[in-house]
Structures are given as C-alpha cells and as structure tokens.
C-alpha cells in the first residue's frame, strides 16, 4: 500500500533553516509528481512546493511566499522527498505534508510534520 512519512520538523528560531524529508513506498516513487502542502493554525491547506520528474530532469515550482527561501528536491534511488526551508519566518509556522500529485490534485497524504519558527 501506498505511504508516505514526513520528518524532519521541529523549533527553529527566525532566519533558521530545516530539511524536511517523506519516505515514500508502495508505489513507483520516480513516476509521479510530488508536493508539499501546509497548513497553519487555525487556516487551510496551503500547497508550498511541486516537483516533476521529466526527461531525466527536475522542475521545480514554488507559492510566492516560500520562492527563493525553500527548495524541493527528491532522490529517487531512495524514493524520497525533501523540502530544504532557509530563512524561516514565523509565518512558516504550520503542519508540513507531502502528497502525492494525482490529476491535478492529491491522491495520497503523509500524517505530517510539524515545523515552528519561534524566538
């Protein structure tokens, strides 16, 4: 069956950084598109990051409040998913899922990982 298992989060002060990572199994991992979604306290689910596999190469795309301070990346000997988070507000603060891309949308959840960006 499919899984996916985030870790990585925890308490970080402002302008610190942490690397997320979900562990993917049940499924041909390098065959989909992967995301991050978040959500925060008290608000929706807001999509952070997605990664295409395609022609041997990544592309990468990114909401506006993470461009240039986060990078998705994935390894997919290893059928892993990363999220590297630089500079982080307070903002950023939220619950950090990875899903899986399926039809424009997301057909598998990990149980997320919880990321607080606090002095």
């Known amino acids: 069956q499919v899984q996916l298992v985030e870790s990585g989060g925890g308490l970080v002060q402002p302008g610190g950084s942490l690397r997320l990572s979900c562990a993917a199994s049940?499924?041909?991992?390098?065959?989909?598109?992967m995301n991050w979604v978040r959500q925060a306290p008290g608000k929706g689910l807001e999509w952070v990051s997605t990664i295409y596999s395609s022609s041997g190469s990544d592309m990468a795309y990114y909401a506006d409040s993470v461009k240039g301070r986060f990078t998705i990346s994935r390894d997919n000997a290893k059928n892993t998913l990363y999220l590297q988070m630089n500079s982080l507000k307070p903002e950023d603060t939220a619950v950090y899922y990875c899903?899986?891309?399926?039809?424009?949308?997301?057909?598998?959840w990990g149980q997320g990982t919880q990321v607080t960006v606090s002095s």
């Open positions: 899903a899986r891309h399926h039809s424009g949308g997301y057909d598998y």
């Open positions: 049940g499924f041909t991992f390098s065959s989909y598109a």
